[in-house]
């Protein structure tokens, strides 16, 4: 395959026979999405004015390799043999996330869900804040992080309807109600939620934040107010921020393995650090955790497995994480401590929250333009 910066580079008559013009500097993806957008029905294109057949390269392995989702769903037109060469190429381009996406749909009903974005207001607060739950009875919620819980065999539920959102969510709830500690995790394309991950120590639901993010706010705003539901994060300040503007959701008893492992880290060392969560899993858990998907396309869908089974993992492995956490906190005389710095952590969050953003799916005809 050509070098994607020789294509782009390259030029052709766009009054010859294949009427292509490459006229952007190389590597500019923003020609590239709109060369596949204008000739989105011709599968391949000339190198140069006087290409033969051999010196010609397909525009999907081109948009694969640079890992432009959009333009690979443009292209696809349902032909599994061009997806499978793409996702062989993307592969080789280590867009890890484009190649499963081809691998598990076969280029039958690959898609990226577009959609477009307006700013809405969300000055208007809800009355019950982290003001509303005392200390105290926060405290003693966190009590629950001491006791380890019995191992389950965990199930994983991807959720794109409301309907099973919302048998989900009661399920989720059942589980709430025997062991009130729930993990949480968020996948994002920009600032727009596209995947919410929530998980007990039974099970773990990954809701399409996309398709119903209309609806997140009913669906989970019960339980995120809730204060004897301990919701687990890592370093969540943007994961507020991001419920906060996209559905309207605050947050009531918080906990933050990363502030809670920097407490103890300056206790057992005298010199306290955030770390990622990879690095407390290998610390605390001896787990290696993969990341993969850090920075994959969250909008691609259907989801293959492997990011879905990432997004879950990122939620689940905050309960054993916080478990051990709040232990050694409790051993060095900081829970109270850890439980103060989290709720100056969620008001500064509620404080700095700002206006929301609504978002609207671009109808099936229009997904990847």
Known sequence: MLQVSLLLASKADPAGADGFAFTAAADSEECLALLLEAYEGVPRCPRTLDANEEDKVSLLEVAAVKGNAQCVALLLHGDELAASA????????????????????????????????????????????SDDLSEGAQLLSWQSLLKPADAVMRSCCWIESLADARQALRSLEEDLSELAILGVDLECYGDVVCTLQMATVKGTVVLDALRLHGHIAELVSSIFLDGSVIKLFHAPRNDMRWLWSNFGVQVVNMFDTDTVAMLVNERESGVGRHRSLKELCKRFLQMDLDKTHQRSDWRLRPLPEEMLAYAARDAEVLLPLATHLASMADDKMLLKESLQACRRQTQQAQDASGNGIRVELLGTEQLCR
Do not use: K, P, Y
């Open 86 to 129: 793409a996702a062989a190429a993307a592969q080789r381009a280590e867009h890890f996330d484009i190649s499963r996406w081809l691998q598990s749909a076969e280029g039958v009903n690959s898609m990226v869900l577009g959609f477009s974005t307006s700013t809405c207001d969300r000055s208007a607060r809800t009355a019950r804040t």
